[in-house]
């Protein structure tokens, strides 16, 4: 993959990235080609090809892109707004593609250090995310707890993993709810 | 794999069951053969091969095996033994073996129908035990609770996998009292 500093190069590959992730959401793993996604992003071909020789190596790149869209941009409350992002991640990874694909990867990563290293990115970013979030909300009031940013992740983010990629269950707003309520005491 | 009614027979059998998890938890993968079972259970070679006649059969049925010793015979205090069983569950998938093993096993779940048996049935055995022991910690007035069985593992259960396999990291004593915290109002 080649990462460019030219801001049009930029934002041809995020485009491409996003087309990927709806392509992968919409039809499942099979349906990333160069030609789809190209398509899709408006690009060329070759465009594709130049930046992920391999559709693996797109796939990968969007299944652990550490710029993913989750948990972007706070709002306040933040407890509506933590609601939204963890009802959007368990409805993506409801999708059984999805799931597939996240279990290959954190089962990749065991023994490719590429992959792992991007699956400690993109949990990384997560977790900052998450915890400048909570944090904010700590500030003005509107929750008080100490959890650790890593407990708050795998506190929020474990349990609708586990519901998706092993109980094989529906990740229902009232569970969402009760994780929320579970990483400290909410005044709102 | 024969399963008998014979008693002398299932308690060899829970014998070499026992020794797999064993080896699998000290050494790894790889020390699960017939020999070092049959040596460990103290039983022929012979009566491994009769039951698991591929080492791959025993460790799926180590690693998935409904009948496994976490989470039971709860004992009061409810929070204490729940505690205790989510500390051993932690130290266990600690052991990058024992990770990498429940991540294969449940990616192959996806397409393997008899993986998904049984993943299904060993999270049915988990979920009734805990629901169980929480129920009677209700009825004592241990805890106030009126989260679902499922919700319940996926709230406990789900951050300690998620920690372990995801986030590369240690499960703290902190973490389980507040996974236990997160699923109820215990008083005490």
Same mark, same amino acid.
């Given at each position: $993959?080649?990462?460019?500093? /030219?801001? #049009? ?11 990927? #992730? ?7 793993? &099979?349906?990333?080609? =160069? +030609?789809?996604?190209? +398509? ?16 693996? +190596? ?6 652990? /892109? ?16 933590? =609601? #939204?992002?963890?009802? +959007? ?16 990867? $954190?089962?990749?990563?065991?023994? /490719?250090?590429?992959?792992? =290293? #991007? ?20 500030? !003005?009031?509107?929750?008080? !707890? ?11 983010? &474990? ?13 229902? /707003? ?9 990483? &400290?005491?909410?005044? !709102?």
């Amino acid at each position: $993959m080649s990462y460019s500093t /030219d801001p #049009r190069a930029a934002r041809s590959r995020e485009a491409m990235v996003v087309a990927a #992730r709806e392509l992968l959401v919409a039809e499942g793993p &099979g349906a990333v080609t =160069h +030609q789809r996604v190209a +398509q899709q992003a408006g690009v060329g071909r070759a465009t594709v090809y130049r930046h992920w020789p391999q559709p693996e +190596q797109l796939l990968l790149e969007v299944m652990s /892109d550490a710029d993913l869209p989750l948990f972007k941009n706070p709002e306040a409350p933040v407890r509506r707004w933590l =609601h #939204r992002e963890l009802r +959007q991640m368990a409805d993506e990874l409801a999708v059984p593609a999805i799931a597939a694909m996240s279990l290959a990867l $954190m089962q990749s990563a065991i023994w /490719d250090p590429d992959i792992a =290293h #991007r699956r400690d990115e993109s949990l990384k970013t997560i977790t900052e995310r998450i915890s400048v979030a909570v944090r904010s909300a700590a500030e !003005t009031g509107e929750v008080e !707890t100490d959890a650790a940013p890593a407990d708050l992740t795998a506190m929020l983010v &474990g349990p609708i993993v586990y519901r998706t990629t092993s109980q094989m269950g529906v990740v229902s /707003d009232d569970l969402i709810d009760r994780l929320i309520d579970g990483v &400290g005491t909410w005044h !709102t």
